[in-house]
């Protein structure tokens, strides 16, 4: 049984840090690039970070988040991360893990919204004082 499991979500105050698990289960992790997106209300869903398989050690970041946030793969684990410094309420949103076999990580942040392979079920993040 395929699943991704984010966790991690927290109500924080703007500046602090916060770290987002993605743990996977049921397929072959290291062969597939895993990206975290976010929906904040009222907005689409877009691409926050990504990072691509074992074979292919590239990383991408929205503009938004760049210098702040860092992915990073665990595959022993099987665990994606998500460390978030300086955080913002433009942050805030659901965030999710999704994972998509054969693709690096541009692609899976810029074009790979509509064809991940597998989503997880989200993790809520508020930034408010």
């Known amino acids: 049984q395929v699943q991704l499991v984010e966790s991690g979500g927290d109500l924080v105050q703007p500046g602090e840090s916060l770290t987002l698990s993605c743990a996977a289960s049921?397929?072959?992790?290291?062969?597939?690039?895993i990206g975290w997106f976010r929906q904040a209300p009222g907005k689409e869903r877009e691409g926050v970070s990504c990072i691509g398989d074992s074979d292919d050690g590239s990383t991408y970041y929205a503009d938004s988040v760049k210098g702040r946030f860092t992915i990073s793969r665990d595959n022993a684990k099987n665990t994606v991360y998500l460390r978030m410094n300086s955080l913002k309420p433009e942050d805030t949103a659901e965030y999710y893990c999704?994972?998509?076999?054969?693709?690096?990580?541009?692609?899976?942040?810029?074009?790979?919204?509509?064809?991940?392979?597998?989503w997880g079920k989200g993790t809520l993040v508020t930034v408010s004082s």
């Open positions: 049921g397929f072959t992790f290291h062969y597939y690039a």
């Open positions: 999704a994972a998509r076999r054969l693709r690096g990580a541009e692609w899976v942040c810029t074009r790979g919204i509509y064809g991940m392979d597998y």
